[in-house]
């Protein structure tokens, strides 16, 4: 909620005091709920990436992020008709295959935290294809920034009744840190600064590339995550899961390749 309240206040701030780029209105109805899905997804798959974080370690949950291209190809089929290249599509296949072998080998699975991740996955799919059309529609064409004004606020009342129920204590815990820590308000607000910058450079790279490239990006972060997550956290890992991850990254290689080839 931080985070999408940055999101706002910052754009708002961008186009309306700075003039960064022009202001647009919605046109429709219609319009207006495309943003308000792109929203609600959006909330949905960061909360049930998060959820899903107390049952699974942090580089299995990656390694089931890195599907999203899979889910992607599969969403912009349905809701656009965007065929790709069918060896495209098969360097698809390995992506998804790490990620069965991998879940085989991993010593902590568990099978809600494993629903959520999957959950969250598709929503992030789901959300870079509607992202996709409602920056490039011919009719209903939102810049970068103006789509992130009008989805932060609804994004916030979305989060607000969830956090109240999910995190009832949040002020007292957020008051408590900070007390312990004299720059805890300044982290917070330079982190939300961040997202900000993260989901405004997410809606460029759409616009001039595709939702599914932009999924296949966002795996190399997943790779680095992967890595510090097993430093850091000391996570059990198996050559099975190793392996299989390897094998979902290989795929991704591939389809950049295969993307660059025939485009």
Known sequence: MCHMSACAILSYLSIVFLKLVPLQHLKSRSQFMKVSTLSIVFCASVVGGNVSLRYLPVSFNQAVGATTPFFTALFAYLMTFKREAWITYGALVPVVTGVVIASGGEPGFHWFGFIMCISA???????????????????????????????????????????????????????????????????????????????????????????????????????????????????????????????????????????????
Do not use: C
């Open 121 to 263: 996955t598709a929503a992030r799919a789901f959300k870079s294809v509607l992202q996709g059309i409602l920056l490039s529609s011919e009719g209903e064409k939102l810049n970068s920034m103006n789509l992130m004004l009008y989805m932060s606020p609804i994004a916030v009342i979305a989060l607000l009744p969830v956090t109240i129920v999910m995190e009832p204590d949040v002020m007292s815990v957020t008051l408590s840190l900070a007390r312990q820590h004299k720059y805890m308000w300044v982290l917070l607000l330079v982190n939300s600064v961040m997202a900000y910058s993260a989901n405004l450079l997410n809606f460029l790279v759409t616009k001039h590339t595709s939702a599914l490239t932009l999924q296949v990006l966002g795996n190399a972060k997943g790779v680095v995550a992967v890595v510090i997550s097993v430093l850091l956290f000391r996570n059990p890992v198996t050559v099975m899961g190793i392996g299989g991850y390897s094998i979902t990254v290989l795929g991704v290689v591939a389809y950049g390749e295969t993307k660059r080839r025939f485009i």
